[in-house]
């Protein structure tokens, strides 16, 4: 059995994993904060450090290669990152410096899509041909994967499912577009939503959880504050599962996919934001579409963009996965 280094760079954390080529098991998973304010030399460094760990944990195993996921806009061909604003990178050929740094050959591919085609291969969306995901956090990232392939369009730009427009006039967005789904269903989109609420007299116990400091607000303090029966927390979650509704129809109209799955903190909201955010995708969508499609939470919470990234080396080098 040959074993494959996974590595998911995020904004926050880089994490790492030596993936069976089955997809049968993960071992050595290391992670550490990615801490991009140090430069970009210093995150390679970090992430070869941590396939180094990784590598020593999976001592006896055969190494093939190396997949890597990172934030985009990058170039899957050249194994180049064209920029990312959240890590701080122009033009930076993260493929080529990783594999020289191992001796091991490697690709790249967008975090989402990796995340997306790890739930694919070996968690929530395992089994059929169709799969578009979401990966809810800082931002929205999102996966299409058709016919068993992760489908990249002309530039590699395919899949930025965050930045659908959801309201034409709506809040502006980090990417300078107006009223993208990430304006309004990312974790600090959702939490800045619930802050307004607030500051305009929302009769709720939220700022107790944050002892007063609103700017300590975040989307998982909200879901607990839901959980614990809050009205507004409710109402919040609420709203979001309308919107983030929304964005799954258009998916499911655009797509006709057998699953959506959802992945990130997000999730922890659990029923209280699925519950609402099915019946909003059974109002919106097409019923035929509608009727053949499951709307998941991911299952590979922390190593899915591990396994995709590793799937990804597997299915560009030996064709199968
Ligand atoms: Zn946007």
């Known amino acids: 059995m040959r074993y494959i280094v996974g590595i998911d760079v995020g904004g926050t954390n ?35 450090k941590l396939a180094r760990a990784s590598m020593a944990k999976a001592k ?36 080529d ?6 001796d091991l050959p490697a690709t790249l591919d967008n975090d989402a899509n990796c995340a997306i085609f790890g739930e ?24 299409i994967i058709l016919g068993g ?55 709720t116990t939220l700022p107790q959880y944050v002892r007063g400091d609103l700017s300590k607000l975040t989307a998982q303090v909200i879901y607990e504050a839901a959980n614990d029966g809050d009205p507004y927390a409710l109402e919040v979650v609420r709203e979001t ?8 129809a258009n998916i499911v109209n655009i797509f006709n996919p057998q699953v959506v799955v959802i992945c990130g903190g997000v999730t922890l909201a659990g029923d209280k934001l699925f519950v609402p955010l099915i019946s909003e995708v059974k109002r919106r969508a097409f019923k035929p579409a509608v009727d053949v499609c499951r709307i998941v939470p991911g299952s ?19 064709g199968q996965v």
Not at 66 to 95: F, Y
Not at 130 to 140: E, S
Request: hydrophobic content about 45%; aromatic content about 4%.
């Open 241 to 248: 599962a309308v919107l983030l509704g929304a964005g799954v």
């Open 60 to 95: 006896g195993r055969e190494i093939a290669g190396v997949g890597i996921g990172s934030p985009g806009p990058l170039d899957t061909k050249s194994g180049v990152v064209l920029l990312t604003p959240n890590l701080g990178w122009t033009n930076m050929p993260l493929r």
């Open 300 to 318: 590979l919470p922390g190593t899915a963009g591990v396994y995709g990234a590793a799937a990804v080396f597997i299915q560009r080098t030996w």
């Open 14 to 48: 880089v994490v790492v994993g030596v993936v069976a080529e089955d997809g049968s098991e993960a071992v050595g998973v290391v992670s550490e904060p990615t801490l991009p304010e140090q430069g970009p030399d210093a995150v390679v460094e970090r992430i070869v």
């Open 97 to 102: 410096r990783i594999a020289q740094a191992l």
């Open 149 to 203: 392939k992760i489908y990249h369009g002309a530039s590699d730009v395919a899949g930025e499912l965050g930045h659908m427009t959801i309201n034409a006039n709506g809040r502006r967005c980090k990417c300078g577009n107006d009223g993208c789904l990430e304006a309004y269903a990312s974790g600090p989109a959702i939490a800045a939503r619930a802050v307004e609420g607030i500051e305009a007299g929302a009769d």
């Open 120 to 143: 694919w291969w070996r968690g929530a969306a395992r089994g059929v041909d169709h799969v578009v995901g979401l990966t809810i956090g800082t931002g929205i990232g999102g996966g």
